[in-house]
């Protein structure tokens, strides 16, 4: 036992000298509150107020404070706010600003036990959620705020690696769309699912690679008009503090796009470019270069609609920023306006995250709520913060200091599948579903359960079935998992 643990502190250590070794010399930034999951909670209002610069007309407030590690975000039809808390493995729903505060009502913990939860996707009433390992999906109710039984509609996403997150969305075409980053800084990969988008169906089936050679798109976006996808691209680290640069690309089907062979402006990767010349040639170059080390993130088109005006059309970047740049850059929002001739301006649209080196947030993604104000997720501070303009309402002193309220604590998703299996596995549907009733058989459909039974009392039920139900074999976990199967699906 004691080897064990000293094993164990053997092998933290040497990682970390390791790290310390490779990284140590240019690392700058909160790297390590990154590295420990640190989070520093949203600034005061006045912080707020006197730090964020935002182009003239904008104003910004906290929507949602105790955010643990907000990363992507999705409004739903009725204006709340989907947020994947990905550290703590969790989906969340904020409430709309119904009372005009600017502040969140309050909130809906709607999934929990998840593997590190980031893409997010809303399609024909299912809710989509990319694991690092694997997309789920399941039956979403915005107006109950509720999620019903949970489907594995693809497993075979490689987990974890340098780049863990997976991003989610649906194209105009209605295929569902995942990035996976690389495993590695830089190397050729094993698994051509990484570096590369992924297309498939809405269920999960004809997954195949749709783009390649992207290191870690995180974000990306379609153009509304054009319907054309644009991703961001986080570049390579260990060349020096200016090169190469993060990247804007136009992502088409079958495109390659340089990585680990080439960067910038197929410029030859002194580690993995010799002997690659053909495909170096052959690969797609960026639209946009963001900068070195900027770590870009989420992408989003405004809504012409609903876009603030002037800003119909504009595709806003969040900059996470740097970690291993001898000046911090990035840690900023900015606006990137699409030419007539394909190339891009980019201007500071949101600024203040860092300023002299102090760092106060990091943003992750932008969405835009039914009314068009724009929302933007920090996983450093672990809030969310909304930006409005003319006469929307956000946060000022007086509201921010409202306490969130967590209102459901729904089951875990493992634990429903389980539950599910165990369904299946008893001959339960024999007598409670109607569509796999064998004919002549009296069905009891099940419904409105959650109404009468908690957990516990569904167990009793299990242990002491009713009338004329016979009492199922099964041990004291098998009927807990099984009554949290029962009651997810009302
Ligand atoms: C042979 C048929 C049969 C099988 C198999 C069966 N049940 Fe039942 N079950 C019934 C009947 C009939 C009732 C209604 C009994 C009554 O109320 O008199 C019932 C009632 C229930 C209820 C209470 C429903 C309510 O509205 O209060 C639950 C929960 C339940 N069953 C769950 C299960 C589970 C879980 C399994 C599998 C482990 C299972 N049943 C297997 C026949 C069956």
């Known amino acids: 036992m004691i080897k064990k643990i000293l094993i164990g502190i053997l092998v933290v250590a040497l990682a970390f000298g390791l790290w310390v070794w490779l990284f140590g010399p240019t690392a700058k930034g909160p790297f390590l509150d990154f590295m420990t999951g640190k989070q520093l909670g949203a600034p005061a209002d006045t912080v707020v107020k006197s730090r964020f610069k935002l182009p003239q007309g904008f104003k910004i407030g906290v929507f949602a404070d105790g955010v643990t590690n907000a990363r992507m975000m999705r409004s739903t039809a009725t204006g709340d706010l989907l947020v994947s808390s990905m550290r703590p493995g969790e989906v969340i729903l904020l409430h709309a600003d119904r009372d005009g505060d600017g502040v969140s009502d309050g909130r809906t913990l709607l999934l929990k036990g998840l593997n590190r939860p980031h893409g997010l996707a809303l ?12 997309i789920i999906r399941m039956p979403f109710n915005p107006t109950a705020r509720t999620v019903g039984n949970i489907e594995v509609i693809f497993d075979q996403l490689p987990p974890g690696g340098n780049h863990n997150t997976r991003t989610l969305g649906f194209g105009p075409d209605g295929m569902l769309y995942v990035s996976v980053g690389s495993s590695c800084n830089v190397c050729i990969e094993d698994n051509p699912y990484r ?49 190469p640069q993060c990247e804007i690309n136009l992502i088409e089907d079958g495109q390659f796009y340089g990585w680990p062979y080439s960067y910038d402006n197929r410029v030859v990767d002194p580690d993995y470019g010799a002997g690659h010349e053909a495909d170096i040639a052959a690969s797609r170059v960026m639209v946009h270069g963001l900068g070195a080390h900027v770590a870009p993130l989420g992408i989003k088109f405004l809504t012409p609609e609903t876009a603030p005006p002037g800003y119909g059309g504009v595709a806003l970047a969040a900059l996470h920023g740097s970690w291993n740049r001898s000046i911090l850059s990035g840690y900023k929002v900015v606006a990137l306006r699409f030419q007539e001739d394909g190339s891009i301006s980019e201007q500071d649209f949101l ?140």
């Open 195 to 243: 570096a590369a988008i992924l297309q498939m169906r809405s269920d999960g089936t004809e997954a195949r690679i749709y783009a390649s050679g992207l290191r870690n798109t995180v974000g990306f976006d379609w153009q509304p008009g054009t319907g054309r996808l644009y991703g961001t691209d986080n570049g390579r680290d260990l060349l020096g503090d200016d090169i």
């Open 351 to 490: 600024t203040g995250f860092e300023l002299n080196e102090d760092v106060i947030g990091r943003p992750v993604d932008i969405e835009q709520g039914p009314d068009g104000a724009i929302y933007i997720s920090d996983d450093y501070a672990g809030a969310v913060y909304r930006i409005g303009w003319g006469d929307m309402q956000v946060a000022d002193s007086k509201t921010v200091a409202a306490a969130p309220k967590l209102e459901t604590v729904p089951f875990a998703p493992e634990d429903i599948i389980a539950g599910q299996a165990l369904f299946a596995a008893n001959g339960c549907a024999a007598c409670h579903d109607p569509a796999s009733a064998p004919k002549g058989v009296q069905v009891k459909v099940l419904q409105h359960l959650a109404q009468r039974y908690d957990t516990d009392s569904l167990k009793a039920l299990l242990n002491v079935p009713p009338g004329a139900m016979p009492r199922p074999d099964l041990t004291d976990e098998q009927r807990r998992l099984l009554a949290i199967y029962l009651l997810s699906r009302d």
């Open 123 to 134: 399609r024909d009433g299912y809710l989509y959620v990319a694991e690092t390992g694997r």
